[in-house]
């Protein structure tokens, strides 16, 4: 299973990340801030966020998308069943939200916690979980010496929480050790390593997948964020 996900910068790269998708070969793409996806082939689950033109989408080449209600998350969160032959994997594309005087939300780290939670609880019968998206922690994944110097409490504890639901960081046990690479080029200094987009999968064998983080100059014209690519067995 070859998985994508990538924030396309309130829809301005929605174009490209499906080039994207084909130049790689993903089966599954896991998009955030998209517009609609129009010229996808396969099936298509999700909508935009109330008010904006942009929302949470997931898409994959072959088999069907089985819609899951996520309450309180609409356009921030896509979540479907997907079944191929007899198969079936739970795949969700996460952004978790941004506070409006309109739409007022809680803290991203708790909007990211309630929104995995809610996943999970309403889709108890699937064996496999796939979670990707842009988490909006500075670093979503365990912390180094030198990742904790910008992770919060918060930030901790939400990770071991999901750590203790089964869940694995993609990127990390994959690169045990390694520093967390940057997955948002801050629009004031881009030089801050911020990693808040990711995948988490249950269950999950690193031993028997790769995950890569995406910086060229194709994805750098197209989104402030860089695009997150995971083959899994």
Same mark, same amino acid.
């Given at each position: ?65 089985? @819609? ?143 995950? @890569? ?21």
């Amino acid at each position: 299973m070859r998985i994508l996900t990538w924030n396309t910068a309130q829809g301005r790269g929605s174009s490209a990340a499906l080039q994207l998708a084909d130049r790689v070969a993903a089966d599954v793409v896991l998009l955030q801030e998209s517009f609609p996806p129009k010229t996808w082939a396969g099936a298509v689950a999700g909508a935009v966020v109330p008010g904006r033109k942009w929302g949470s989408w997931v898409l994959v080449r072959s088999g069907k998308l089985t @819609e899951v209600e996520v309450n309180g998350f609409t356009g921030w969160v896509a979540a479907a069943n997907w079944r191929r032959s007899s198969k079936s994997t739970l795949l969700a594309s996460l952004h978790s939200p941004t506070s409006s005087e309109s739409s007022p939300r809680r803290s991203y780290i708790d909007e990211a916690r309630g929104a995995v939670d809610m996943i999970v609880q309403n889709s108890p019968r699937e064996k496999r979980h796939v979670i990707g998206g842009d988490f909006n922690f500075k670093f979503f994944g365990p912390t180094t010496a030198e990742n904790a110097k910008g992770s919060s409490k918060k930030e901790i504890a939400t990770m071991q929480h999901f750590a203790s639901l089964g869940f694995s960081n993609v990127w990390a046990d994959c690169h045990p050790g390694a520093s967390l690479p940057q997955t948002l080029r801050w629009t004031k200094d881009r030089s801050i390593p911020y990693h808040c987009d990711g995948l988490l999968v249950r269950p999950f064998d690193p031993s028997r997948a790769i995950c @890569e983080v995406l910086s060229s100059d194709f994805v750098h014209r197209h989104s402030d964020h860089n695009a997150v690519l995971a083959v899994i067995d």
